[in-house]
């Protein structure tokens, strides 16, 4: 069909006035599984410390004489350990003119960008504490940096090259640790899961949480048998944030979570009640020295993990990504 003689259009107005959606669309993911599950505590220094202790193995030679005298067992003092605080910011500079401008989406630029960069902060805290990151004391030219979760973990692992090259620490984890070699890079399977596992409990700490990436969730989900290990979270679920499925494992169920800002070569298995962030300085935000017409802000946190006792939690590393 022909367009009418002389029909005047909207190709030929002008003055047509724009339709610009007043929502704008981000669906850049904001969940934040381990900081949202394993809970904080403020911290007075930039190196915060704790302590951790053990039992003795129990003995079945415990058996004396009747009226016999007592000889004192040796008495360990218990494990000083540290971790330092990081600082995190996000900045950003506007212009006098865009915050005065009438803008769509949004009526203050400074504000959008404080609630954008508050959640941008949020994910790199995520990256970091789930990451191998090891303590950086830091100093004048060098920024400190906190030992992440990985890097405590040397009791209850499996690791493609076993134990070569591991991490090993007194106080804190400052050395990294050995990728394995490319022909031992394994797929994470139910056999490495039930072995951390077992390692976990063994150690005493209490089978609760698997956070595995994306990759390693859905390879979870195709274990043998899962039909009949899986079951509905339940009420049990609202105590762990973003939990998945539920693992019925010999020693208790596990509940899967997976973290799209994890390292996609290893699960962890935690029990977030040994785990926390300490938090020097919460998060907050500044105006910076202004630049002419231009007005500079940052969002600042100051934060550092602390791993309650590592042997309360288990790693499987080296494991496929894809």
Same mark, same amino acid.
């Given at each position: 069909?022909a +367009?009418?003689? @002389?029909?005047?259009? #909207? ?5 047509i ?11 850049? *993911?904001?969940?934040? *599984? ?6 904080? =505590? ?5 190196q ?15 058996? +004396?004489?009747?009226?016999?005298d ?7 003092? #218990? #494990?000083?350990?540290? @971790?330092?605080?990081?600082i ?36 790199d /805290?995520?990256?970091?504490i ?8 830091g100093g004048?030219? !060098?920024? =400190? ?15 493609? @090259? $076993? ?9 804190? *984890?400052?050395?990294?640790? !050995?990728?394995?070699? &490319?022909?031992? +890079? ?32 859905? =390879?979870?989900? $195709? ?9 509905d ?12 499925? +539920? ?12 973290? =799209?800002?994890? *390292? ?5 298995? /935690?029990?977030?009640?040994? &785990? ?8 907050? !935000?500044?105006?910076l020295a202004? %630049?002419g017409?231009? %007005? ?17 939690h ?9």
């Open positions: 069909m +367009i009418a003689t @002389n029909a005047f259009s #909207t190709y030929a107005a002008k003055g006035r724009e339709d610009l959606s007043n929502t704008i669309f981000n669906i850049s *993911p904001v969940e934040t *599984p381990m900081l949202s599950n394993i809970g904080k =505590r403020p911290v007075k220094a930039v915060f410390d704790w302590q951790t202790d053990s039992l003795a193995a129990a003995s079945t030679t415990n058996a +004396i004489l009747e009226g016999g007592s000889t004192a067992d040796v008495t360990n003092p #218990t #494990t000083r350990v540290a @971790n330092v605080t990081q995190s910011e996000k900045p950003w500079t506007i212009t006098g003119t865009l915050e005065a401008v009438d803008k769509a989406g949004r009526k203050s630029e400074m504000a959008y960008q404080m609630a954008k960069k508050g959640k941008e902060l949020k994910r /805290m995520e990256a970091t789930t990451s191998s990151q090891v303590a950086v004391t004048s030219t !060098t920024a =400190r940096k906190t030992a992440a979760f990985d890097s405590w973990l040397v009791t209850n692992t499996d690791n493609g @090259n $076993g134990a070569t090259g591991d991490y090993a620490y007194t106080a804190t *984890p400052i050395t990294a640790r !050995t990728v394995a070699t &490319a022909g031992n +890079i394994r797929a994470f399977s139910e056999n490495i899961l039930k072995n951390i596992i077992k390692k976990q409990w063994t150690s005493g700490g209490q089978t609760k949480l698997l956070m595995v990436g994306p990759v390693n969730k859905q =390879r979870t989900s $195709g274990f043998t048998g899962i039909a009949e290990i899986r079951k979270a339940g009420k049990g679920q609202a105590t762990i944030v973003g939990a998945a499925d +539920i693992y019925v494992s010999d020693f208790g169920d596990v509940e899967v979570v997976p973290n =799209r800002f994890m *390292p996609e070569d290893r699960a962890y298995l /935690m029990d977030p009640d040994y &785990a926390k962030l300490g938090v020097l300085r919460p998060f907050f !935000t500044e105006e202004k %630049s017409d231009a %007005s500079k802000y940052h969002i600042l946190t100051e934060y550092g993990l602390q791993v309650d006792n590592e042997a309360a288990a790693v499987a590393r080296d494991l496929q990504t894809t």
